[in-house]
């Protein structure tokens, strides 16, 4: 996807262990945002973005932190993944808050297997 | 019960037909709807948005239709092509402040030769 990229495209991992998810854009976008996708549900928000070193939390931030300390890279951690994270995550960027406008634009996604 | 609901789930069709997707909602209000498509392993990319005050919306062969009244949206697709299987979701951005975007489901849509 033009102007974003998610690294790495697919991940596995052992339970207990940390895991980092790295959303990099070209855009200049003042707005990141990282979503987690399952089956049966709609994108859901972990956490956003709205400036360097500006952060806050979506609707299922539990066991996830963030950081963004330029304006082109947000940072997804898991502390200690559990199989419950076992999903795909996109990142997303967007000039105005909440998509609107020219809406979201996102990543690949990344597939992140917690065995 | 999720405030963006999208049916059918998932849809057959052959090549060429049109076909309709379903999104009910109950946010209200909202500054504007979405409808994204998602190719398998790829990410969202916007098709149409339509304001709160908008009935209809076009891109190519994918027309966006919003009734506030039952607070149902549809989109359609006319003349089907292999390309368009993917998942249709639609998506609600409440005008209520906050970073409160609600995605649907999505409907999965195979087209067949």
């Known amino acids: 996807d033009a102007g974003i990229t998610q690294s790495p495209r697919h991940k596995v991992t052992e339970t207990g262990t940390p895991v980092t998810l790295r959303c990099h854009q070209t855009?200049?976008?003042?707005?990141m945002y990282w979503y987690r996708q399952d089956p049966g549900h709609g994108l859901r928000l972990i956490h956003y973005?709205?400036?360097?070193?500006?952060?806050d939390k979506g609707e299922v931030s539990d066991g996830y932190s963030v950081s963004r300390s330029k304006t082109e890279d947000f940072l997804l951690t898991l502390e200690s993944a559990t199989s419950s994270q076992t999903s795909v995550y996109f990142c997303a960027i967007s000039p105005t808050g909440q998509g609107e406008g020219e809406g979201y634009t996102f990543g690949s996604g990344t597939r992140l297997t917690v065995v | 019960k999720n405030q963006v609901e999208q049916s059918p789930q998932s849809l057959i069709i052959l090549e060429g037909k049109n076909c309709t997707l379903q999104?009910?909602?109950?946010?209200?209000?909202?500054?504007?709807l979405r409808w994204y498509k998602q190719d398998t392993g790829r990410g969202p990319v916007s098709l149409t948005i339509m304001t709160f005050s908008e009935n209809t919306k076009s891109n190519g062969r994918y027309t966006a239709t919003l009734d506030a009244d039952t607070k149902q949206s549809s989109l359609h697709i006319t003349a089907s092509q292999l390309s368009d299987s993917a998942s249709y979701i639609c998506?609600?951005?409440?005008?209520?402040?906050?970073?409160?975007?609600?995605f649907g489901a999505g409907t999965r849509l195979f087209v067949k030769a």
């Open positions: 855009e200049n976008h003042r707005y």
């Open positions: 973005s709205y400036g360097v070193k500006d952060t």
């Open positions: 999104c009910n909602y109950t946010v209200s209000p909202f500054s504007n």
């Open positions: 998506v609600v951005i409440p005008n209520t402040g906050g970073f409160k975007t609600i």
